[in-house]
């Protein structure tokens, strides 16, 4: 019975449209004055402040600075032209380019949706100047965006390893290194569905290819009006992602010029000074450097990415190398970030200042909010026995570790559609944690396999954020993203069952480096 006042109250509130977190803390007071009476209400004050100023939590205000800080100083533009400059010359390489980019600016937002809107805005144009419908380029963003809770740092490890210690012991600093090599595996299965994702040219029945060096010398002399009127010539008004007029010169190019394919598969040039309407606005920015470059060019991207490169090297080298504590790498990631966009890149002004910190505060508090009432929501789950009664009951039906899993996973890519991974923590490591251990499933695995399901939430309809805020970047409606995400769905999916079932690709390299 109070099981199913528990999640019979969650779902109605959620069905009425109230946001998740209140949906939690309103469920939770509801049971407990349902069962205990009004005067019980003085518990709830005690449950969520303790469990929103915990000392482990703190890394998390940390990370979300870094990687706002990071934001503002044109990193993910320098991570875009590198990898541009290594990749972007081969046939599927601005996808290669999208999914590289995105596992390195996972690495150090820690989250899904800033990585989608830090490389967003940079490649999702570029990628529908070479060829991909709308649908499939905010697609592949979207995607890639989810890597953001599965690279190390991860906000979401953080979650796992405070929610779960009642379980079982298991440190931030193995989750972080447990979640290189699923994060790899991810990007993978993002670059495998990319290559089954038709351009426009291949739509046509025409081959995709790259500029013929006539084609090359005739579009880097064209500039001003007479290459916005050739654009504007080439574009078809009824190409297959629904734009007109494709901007083939909107590249912004620094002196030097890019060569990417408009969606009806003309060439495109872009040389400096030059600007042109695309498909997602006017001037919109994509890699500043020729993929053609030699070795000196790309070695001049790679000085100018290194800061930021550095970030992640020094969160989980100062960990591994106990240097430092997870919380404490935080705060140096984010002194590094700061200093780097002040006095290295210098695209940081003190002016900036008080933007940044209100957007990181703002991003904090709602975190922790969530944090509290769900940790409420928890707190009922383990008090009224709501735990112990559904993990008899799963047990009772079967004790196979690889049904279980199954059915678990199921759940969890379900849940993970409507409810953001800190909620779906609190609302599940309580329930999932004691049946997994109970078939013998190591914390480790736990974790990651949990953290890569709801990873997979995050672009997945209806409530997939990642889809929210690369559809918003792109202006495109939802719909048409959703018919894009099958092919990435359906990749990220096996990659998940590998991860769950093979222990060893979560458990292998914290194993190997000695991180207990």
């Known amino acids: ?7 019979g109250s969650f779902f109605l509130f959620l069905g009425l449209g109230i946001p998740v977190a209140f949906s939690l803390g309103l469920a939770a007071v509801v049971t407990l004055v349902t069962t205990d009476g009004i005067q019980v209400l003085d518990v709830v004050p005690s449950v ?15 990370f979300i600075l870094a990687g706002i800080v990071m934001q503002y100083t044109g990193i993910s533009q320098r991570l875009v032209d590198l990898a541009f400059l290594i990749f972007g010359r081969l046939r599927h390489g601005l996808a290669a380019v999208t999914i590289i980019s995105a596992f390195f600016f996972s690495a150090i937002s820690g989250s899904g949706p800033a990585t989608v809107a830090a490389i967003g805005a940079i490649l999702i144009p570029a990628l529908v100047r070479n060829g991909y419908q709308k649908k499939h380029a905010v697609s592949l963003v979207a995607a890639s965006g989810s890597m953001g809770i599965v ?9 796992f390893a405070v929610v779960a210690a009642e379980f079982g012991s298991i440190s931030i600093s193995r989750l972080f290194i447990a979640g290189i090599v699923p994060g790899i595996i991810m990007a993978l299965a993002f670059f495998i569905a990319a290559l089954f994702v038709p351009r426009v040219r291949e739509l046509a029945g025409l081959p995709v290819k790259a500029k013929t060096d006539t084609e090359a010398a005739a579009g880097s002399g064209a500039t001003g009006p007479a290459a916005g009127a050739s654009t504007s010539a080439n574009a078809a008004p ?18 030097s010029k890019t060569q990417l394919l408009t969606t009806n598969g003309k060439a495109a040039s872009a040389s400096s000074g030059v600007s042109g309407s695309g498909p997602v606005g006017s001037g919109d920015p994509t890699a500043t450097v020729d993929p053609e470059g030699g070795f000196g060019e790309i070695l001049t991207a790679l000085v100018k990415a290194i800061p930021g490169l550095l970030i992640p090297v020094i969160i989980l080298g100062g960990i591994y190398g106990g240097i430092f504590t997870p919380t404490e790498a935080g705060a140096v990631a984010s002194v590094y970030a700061l200093i780097v966009g002040v006095f290295v890149y210098r695209e940081l002004t003190w002016k900036d200042m008080p933007k940044v910190f209100l957007e990181s505060g703002v991003s904090t508090a709602v975190i922790m909010f969530i944090v509290g009432v769900a940790s409420l929501f928890s707190y009922v789950i383990t008090v009224e026995g ?3 009664r559904i993990s008899s009951a799963v047990l009772s039906v079967t004790d196979n570790k690889y049904l ?30 004691p049946i997994l251990i109970g078939v013998g499933v190591d914390m480790t695995t736990i974790g990651v396999f949990m953290t890569v399901n709801l990873a997979i939430g995050l672009f997945t309809p209806p409530v997939g954020l990642n889809l929210y805020v690369g559809a918003g ?32 690709l979560s458990n292998w390299l914290p194993d190997l480096l000695g991180v207990g």
Do not use: H, Q, W
Not at 1 to 6: F, S, V
Not at 48 to 62: D, E, N
């Open 48 to 62: 969520m402040f303790p469990s929103m100023s915990s000392g482990t939590l703190l890394a998390i205000p940390f």
């Open 386 to 388: 709501v735990a112990d």
């Open 473 to 504: 970047i792109g202006k495109i409606k939802l719909e048409e993203v959703v018919r894009g995400i099958v092919p990435f769905l359906v990749c990220a999916i096996i990659a998940l069952l590998l991860i769950t079932y093979i222990p060893a």
């Open 238 to 255: 009824g190409s297959a992602n629904g734009a007109s007029g494709t901007g083939g010169s909107g590249d912004r190019a620094a002196g």
């Open 1 to 7: 019975m109070i099981t199913l006042l528990l999640f």
């Open 404 to 433: 279980i899993l199954a059915a678990i996973t199921i759940i969890l890519l379900i849940v993970g559609a409507f409810v953001d991974a800190i909620s779906a923590f609190y609302l599940f490591i309580p329930i999932l944690v």
């Open 151 to 159: 690279v190390p740092p991860s906000i979401a490890f953080i979650i």
